[in-house]
T-cell receptor, first 115, second 113 residues
């Protein structure tokens, strides 16, 4: 059981370039989300999805796009990378099927540097 | 807006000590609170989940308590080991937020052999 898989693990971009951070989970979880983690800031929610075809903004959505065409995948797109987007990005998922709240499962992160 | 504070920011203890990590939050209208562990260069691992109706939750040497009315949670680690060295994060889930977590900045724990 792979859990939450993020690719790539590391990436260096130039300002203005675009790229997609991939996230896949094999647990059939409905809820998926993207966070960024910056020194001294804690984790902040970028976008989230409660199911295929449904996405919503989190705390810091500007500069990022998401889509959810399947239950398994939740890619995060940077359309025009900026140095302020240098960060560690985490994808997470959890089940919403049961009556009680279930813990979130996190991937190992993508370390992104924008030059 | 929910704000989460974790004290201390860093803690260094000798092996075998019992220790307490503190978490406070400003909005007491929460569904639950989670404690996570993060190892360097890794993602987050969920340690304990306390529902808003519970007072505490235990897993092995870990015990988490929740006082929702005062906006506080503590994580107690018994008989600490070097393998417990990591950053510990707390995150409440606020009501009306579509189950979004708000994270504290964490406590960096070092357990010395």
């Amino acid at each position: 059981n792979a859990g939450v898989t993020q690719t790539p693990k590391f990436q260096v971009l130039k300002t203005g370039q675009s790229m997609t951070l991939q996230c896949a989970q094999d647990m059939n979880h409905e809820y998926m989300s993207w966070y960024r983690q910056d020194p001294g800031m804690g984790l902040r929610l970028i976008h989230y999805s409660v199911g295929a075809g449904i996405t919503d903004q989190g705390e810091v959505p500007n500069g990022y796009n998401v889509s959810r065409s399947t239950t398994e995948d939740f890619p995060l797109r940077l359309l025009s990378a900026a140095p302020s987007q240098t960060s560690v990005y985490f994808c997470a998922s959890r089940s919403q099927r049961t009556g009680s709240y279930q813990p979130q499962h996190f991937g190992d992160g993508t370390r992104l540097s924008i030059l | 807006k929910q704000e989460v504070t974790q004290i201390p920011a860093a803690l260094s203890v000798p092996e075998g000590e019992n220790l307490v990590l503190n978490c406070s939050f400003t909005d007491s209208a929460i569904y639950n609170l989670q404690w996570f562990r993060q190892d360097p260069g890794k993602g987050l691992t969920s340690l304990l989940l306390i529902q808003s109706s519970q007072r505490e939750q235990t897993s092995g040497r870990l015990n988490a308590s929740l006082d929702k009315s005062s906006g506080r949670s503590t994580l107690y680690i018994a008989a600490s080991q070097p393998g417990d060295s990591a950053t510990y994060l707390c995150a409440p889930t606020s009501r009306g937020s579509n189950y979004k977590l708000t994270f504290g900045k964490g406590t960096l724990l070092t357990v010395n052999p």
